[in-house]
């Protein structure tokens, strides 16, 4: 019986053998073949896939030959699909000789939670995930206790080199394994629904992760990085989290984050750029390493970035951290908020950053909208009517989660959105201000009625202003984590393009 290709038996990446045959020379000779291409299945793989065969990988620079294969399948006698898999080398590894200028992953507006999810490709057999992007995130993280199924995965050990670089030293032990999130003498990890603002304890573990690269203006092939550590998160932290997800893809400074691991993996910068796209059925587009960054129509949106410098919180801002450690996030020194060229009067102390964490202003992709201590909310949003009204624009009732909403009557389209007051957040830096125009500041609710898309944080929140993700999109920011720089652009629309303009279509 001559083998069937191993792109049509759906297991790319994983051989399965038994021990079971009709005659011991046969099974002699099967195995034989067998353990010439395949190891030996490691201790730590699921005891689901354990109770009924070994399951091995072959290494990337490994390939069954044509008759390798023959070989193994020429006892007509036994051999039937359910015997024995074989496994292809994998795509390029991080080892290997070609080293991508840059990576890119497209990201997409959730229409339900407006939360920005993003596509990316790991484990062996590859599984492309869904994972909610996280800017300020610690790391990526995923949900172990539902269908995890991979023959490269490897719980990290505690007290080894990989823990230290995720920041633990302690251990943790699972009495229902083995199987991938839970196995005795593991590093400890305490994957975070950012959303929810739910954590719990999780089993740190590596395995391939697939990125394409690219040229900056198409995705090009595919690389991977055969050991990426990650967090091992439980199903109930998907909860709050877009349909279809299983888990967040954290971007923060972390030493685990994808920003630190794909630049160490791949020898490039270490700086990323987020692109939102304001649709709900194209992609934006997500940057890793360095410039150009190109849109459609012919539009190299770096040239139009200036720069502010980036600030390191020293105290975590996230669900479970320790003692002395600083935040993962992203904060931006401003100085002072202007609406429609006016300064509005503020309480500064609440715009730098305390001896405790508290105050400042943070970036993120998990917040919808940018949100405002009540302080600032007040004197932004009157001076905000105020202005509007100089223009005829007339209040309406507020619609949640907005207070501040207007008549559509009055107010015109121009290619930078609603023809409204721009709001200007003056920036570190030589005359450095990011001007929010109609397009990031006013939401339609319907056809007769927009809302200024700030809302109420409340007294004495930990961040003073969190730029939310309505007031990203179409803009490219640029984070540098060497030099702790930000980049940032107007919108894109001045540009006469969009975040949703970059060329998905792969050049590989």
């Known amino acids: 019986m001559r083998a069937p290709p191993l792109r049509q038996m759906g297991l790319m990446g994983c051989g399965i053998r038994v021990s079971r045959g009709p005659s011991p020379a046969a099974r002699s000779r099967a195995g034989r073949t067998l353990r010439q291409l395949v190891p030996p299945a490691p201790a730590q793989f699921g005891s689901s ?8 990988c072959l290494g990337p620079a490994r390939q069954a030959t044509a008759s390798e294969i023959n070989m193994a399948f020429s006892d007509t006698t036994f051999v039937n699909l359910s015997i024995f898999m074989l496994l ?22 959730d229409a339900s939670t407006l939360q920005y999810v993003t596509k990316i490709n790991q484990r062996t057999p590859s599984v492309s995930l869904n994972l909610v992007l996280d800017l300020g995130g610690q790391f990526l993280w995923v949900d172990c206790d539902k269908n995890y199924i991979s023959c490269t995965y490897r719980p990290v050990r505690c007290r080894s080199a990989q823990c230290s670089l995720a920041g633990n030293d302690g251990c943790g032990n699972c009495t229902n394994g083995p199987k991938p999130g839970c196995n005795t003498n593991t590093c400890v990890v305490f994957p975070d629904n950012t959303v929810t603002h739910t954590a719990t304890g999780g089993e740190v573990a590596q395995d391939s992760l697939i990125v394409a690269s690219t040229d900056g203006s198409n995705p090009g092939r ?14 109930f932290l998907l909860k709050g989290l877009a349909s279809g997800t299983v888990g967040m893809a954290g971007l923060g400074r972390a030493r685990i984050g994808l920003p630190s691991q794909l630049s160490a993996a791949f020898s490039f910068h270490k700086k990323f750029v987020i692109c939102l796209s304001t649709s709900y059925t194209v992609d934006g587009v997500v ?3 360095d410039d150009p960054y190109n849109f459609l129509p012919n539009v190299e949106a770096a040239g139009f970035l200036q720069y502010t410098p980036l600030f390191i919180n020293p105290v975590s801002t996230a669900g479970i951290s320790s003692q002395g450690e600083p935040s993962d996030e992203y904060f931006i020194g401003v100085k002072s908020i202007r609406v429609g060229d006016k300064a509005v009067k503020l309480n500064n102390t609440l715009l730098t950053i305390d001896r405790q964490g508290n105050g400042g202003t943070k970036i993120s992709t998990v917040n919808p909208y940018t949100v405002l201590e009540t302080s600032i ?32 009557e009055n107010v015109l389209g121009t290619r930078l959105g609603a023809s409204v007051p721009y709001i200007e957040l003056v920036l570190q830096g030589q005359n450095v201000v990011w001007t929010i125009t109609g397009s990031n500041s006013m939401v339609y609710v ?63």
Do not use: M
């Not at 896939?49 to 091995?56: E, F, I, K, T, Y």
């Not at 702790?484 to 279509?505: D, H, I, V």
């Open 446 to 508: 319907n056809d007769n009625v927009l809302c200024l898309g700030f809302v109420d944080g409340g007294l004495n929140p930990r961040t003073s202003i969190v730029i939310g993700g309505y007031q990203l999109e179409d803009l490219l920011l640029q984070f540098d984590l060497a030099t702790s720089r930000l980049g940032f652009t107007s919108t894109l629309l001045g540009a006469q393009t969009t975040c949703s303009n970059f060329k998905f279509t792969s050049t590989a």
């Open 222 to 235: 595919s690389v991977t990085v055969p050991q990426f550590i990650f967090g091992c998160g439980s199903t």
């Open 88 to 109: 292809l080398a994998s795509s390029v590894s991080a080892q290997s000789s070609f080293r991508p200028p840059a990576l890119v992953l497209p990201v997409r507006k």
């Open 377 to 408: 909310f007040k004197a932004v949003t009157n001076a905000f009517i105020s202005e509007a009204a100089a223009r005829n624009i007339s209040r309406v009732a507020g619609v949640a989660p907005f207070e501040v909403c207007f008549s559509s």
């Open 287 to 289: 940057f890793f390493g």
């Open 49 to 56: 896939l354990r109770q009924s065969h070994q399951v091995a």
